[in-house]
């Protein structure tokens, strides 16, 4: 609920379980008052109090969109020059806002949101105006009571006659109660995605972020934040938030020496540049914000949740997937390609998908990337015929595309140099011997989108592996400084224009594995490939760090090889099905390497997973161990109305006379009667809810490196 009192001028959003308050005080400034669980009240730990005027902290204030001019020391969210027509060498860099008005409506749309919102909101959009300058900031706040999540953004309209150059805007400004210093996030590199991190704010600024044209590898935008001792993974009060852009972002945590914690997010200020021209509105990306009082665990299923029910472009269960990418590599051809499909069919797979390879003349990463047509050199009679024959088996079909861009030897980049981002006259560097397109040119997005649209509208393809597989360098672009932000919006663009003509389409996000994961990204896509590196193991770690924000439904999981392809580590098929059946499960194997039996298991495995696998993609995720506590992950998925469960364990490491008790479950009904089937659907239990709470799963001690085990809970009474 959004309530606004007249007399106190002040705006309360209530959600489930939390309380956001801000207040329009006698100089007409919107201030921040508090943020929180209930029942913290207003008057609460979590308000603010002013400082004093008179001492040199007088910049203090909780501005909810602190802005370049009156406030320098400290960090700012807004920064503008307006023209000065008496000094043009020297612009006006002042922004003072004030309430001007609000409006309150009812389950309205983002304009830059390509899916439905499913769920209950209400959005407050409150003006403010510059008093001297032709601009007005729209603060806008869409309230999802049941998550106690706002998902915030700002509009900035030009109302004079001369463009106006923006120096700086984040999405907005988060105000945690004094003392929120501890934040985690997430870290990583190429292989070795999503690496969790928790530490304590020094005084002073932090900063995360990317500079590139994808979310990116070294870091992910998104925070949880607590006061220190304060939070568990299930108690105390949690704050996170998350931005939905794909392009050069950045998160700024700011403590002060007076305890007050700030964090902005938005744009990468880093080679920014924002002309408004005049009469012009820009709608920033948003910035998802909330709170939990269950702690690190209660926040993410609070964004889990929020994720599937009103930022995916729609709720269906994910199909078992099967990619031929480390069975063939690039020696693909019509005879192989079925071969593969016809046991993928055979063990359970829904969906194939044929990887790098199948277009122009790309035989290997040196060509053909950017010449988007069925190579006759592949397949000479076309895609069309393995598609049926998929197709008659059963399974839909998927094709692999990196349109983002292209190789130096390729027909498209022999007829337009100049379509990829670089300097004129200075040297193009081609990591992975390709170059990137420059999505700032119009054209280039017209020609690609007609490229993947005569191949759909040619070939009854069910599913794109949507991916992009370097960095930015030499940014030079048409657009100028505006590529990071044209990049994104046409990649954007080109998928909701494909989705709109196509609605039956499903869409992947892989960038070089898991480099362009947010909340821009997924409300076009259907599932997000998180890594590269497929070593069980490894996966441990980058699953956890995924999961501090991002649900299951969306982790896409691969079983390989028994030796790995990308660490040569030797495991199990049983540990590397465990791990890849806590996410939408996927095989890479090389089918035909197997034999009747390994292909017998593999179907005894996609049958478990296809009997638990709403409880998974829908149910609610609880953490029980950790990497960090006990060198196992140990994960418990819950359907909301507690019906089922299922349990999932898997050991990294185990040192010899450790002893590693068994850990209690969570979010069961206490007084319902489960009963515990292994992956042979045999029952090994049954024990009431309280039990599991309270004692785990009977003789679950301990294990080796490699451990793992999945079980299946229902309730029988």
Not at 208 to 225: C, E, I, K, M
């Amino acid at each position: 609920m959004i309530h606004y009192n007249s007399d106190t001028r002040t705006f309360n959003l209530t959600g489930q379980n939390s309380h956001y308050a801000m207040m329009v005080d006698g100089d007409g400034r919107l201030l921040h008052l508090a943020w929180g669980p209930t029942p913290n009240p207003v008057t609460g730990h979590n308000r603010f109090t002013p400082p004093g005027q008179s001492s040199f902290e007088f910049q203090g204030q909780r501005h909810e969109l602190p802005a370049y001019g009156p406030i320098s020391v400290h960090e700012v969210a807004l920064k503008v020059s307006f023209p000065n027509p008496s000094a043009p060498d020297h612009p006006i860099r002042d922004v003072r806002l004030v309430y001007t008005g609000h409006e309150i409506e009812e389950n309205a749309q983002l304009p830059s949101s390509s899916s439905s919102l499913r769920t209950p909101h209400s959005t407050l959009r409150i003006s403010l105006t510059d008093s001297l300058q032709p601009l007005i900031v729209t603060l806008c706040y869409r309230l999802f009571p049941a998550y106690d999540i706002i998902e915030r953004w700002c509009e900035l309209t030009n109302t004079g006659p001369d463009p106006l150059a923006i120096e700086k805007l984040d999405f907005a400004a988060l105000h945690l109660p004094p003392g929120s210093t501890e934040v985690a996030t997430v870290h990583g590199a190429w292989a070795a995605e999503f690496t969790a991190q928790r530490h304590v704010l020094p005084v002073g600024s932090f900063s995360v972020g990317h500079r590139s044209v994808q979310t990116g590898h070294a870091f992910n935008p998104f925070f949880l934040a607590n006061r220190p001792g304060h939070a568990t993974e299930e108690s105390g009060p949690v704050y996170f938030g998350a931005l939905a852009f794909s392009g050069a972002w950045q998160l700024t945590f700011e403590h002060q020496h007076s305890g007050d914690v700030r964090v902005f997010g938005g744009y990468n200020p880093f080679d920014f540049a924002l002309t408004l021209p005049s009469g012009k509105t820009h709608t920033t990306p948003a910035f998802v914000c909330g709170v939990s009082g269950e702690g690190w665990g209660g926040a993410s299923r609070r964004l889990h949740a929020f994720i599937r029910d009103a930022v995916l472009p729609n709720a269906a269960p994910r199909p078992v997937l099967y990619n031929s990418w480390e069975a063939t590599y690039f020696a693909l051809s019509h005879e192989g390609q079925a071969a593969l499909a016809r046991k993928a069919a055979a063990i359970g797979v829904e969906l194939f998908v044929v990887d790098d390879g199948w277009f122009g003349g790309r035989r290997s990463p040196l060509s053909g990337l950017g010449d988007w047509t069925v190579s006759p050199e592949v397949f000479p009679r076309g895609l069309q015929p393995l598609i049926e024959e998929v197709h008659a088996l059963g399974m839909q079909f998927g094709l692999w595309f990196e349109p983002e861009m292209v190789n130096p030897d390729s027909d498209l980049y022999r007829q337009h140099p100049d379509w990829v981002l670089h300097f004129p006259g200075r040297p193009r560097t081609e990591a992975r011997m390709q170059l990137v397109l420059d999505y700032g040119r119009p054209e280039v997005i017209d020609h690609i989108f007609n490229a993947l649209d005569a191949i759909l509208a040619a070939h009854d393809i069910d599913f794109i592996k949507w991916d992009m597989n370097r960095n930015v360098t030499e940014p030079g672009s048409v657009a100028g400084k505006a590529i990071w932000r044209a990049h994104a919006a046409g990649v954007y663009g080109l998928m909701d224009r494909l989705r709109q003509k196509y609605p039956n389409l499903a869409l992947q996000s892989c960038s070089g594995g898991g480099g362009r994961v947010d909340l821009g990204i997924l409300r076009r896509v259907d599932q997000v490939w998180t890594s590269d590196n497929t070593d069980a193991l490894d996966r441990l770690g980058i699953q956890e760090g995924f999961s501090l924000a991002y649900p299951a439904r969306i982790m896409e999981a691969w079983v390989t090889h028994e030796k790995n392809h990308q660490t040569g580590r030797v495991l199990d098929l049983s540990t590397r099905f465990d791990v890849a059946m806590r996410g939408v499960l996927g095989i890479g194997s090389d089918l035909n390497a197997l034999s009747e039996a390994e292909l017998a298991d593999f179907a005894g495995y996609i049958a478990f997973y296809k009997r638990f696998r709403h409880v998974v993609q829908t149910g609610d995720l609880y953490r029980l161990e950790t990497l960090a506590e006990q060198g196992a992950s140990t994960w418990l998925f819950v359907l909301p109305d507690q019906s089922e469960a299922v349990y999932s364990v898997a050991v990294h490491d185990h040192l010899i006379g450790r002893h590693r008790a068994p850990a209690a479950l969570r979010g069961l009904n206490p007084t319902a009667v489960y009963t515990v089937l292994d992956r042979h659907d045999r029952a090994i239990a049954h024990l009431s809810g309280a039990d599991l709470m309270a004692q785990g799963i009977p003789g679950d001690t301990f294990g080796p490196a490699g451990y793992s085990r999945t079980l299946h809970l229902k309730i029988i009474k």
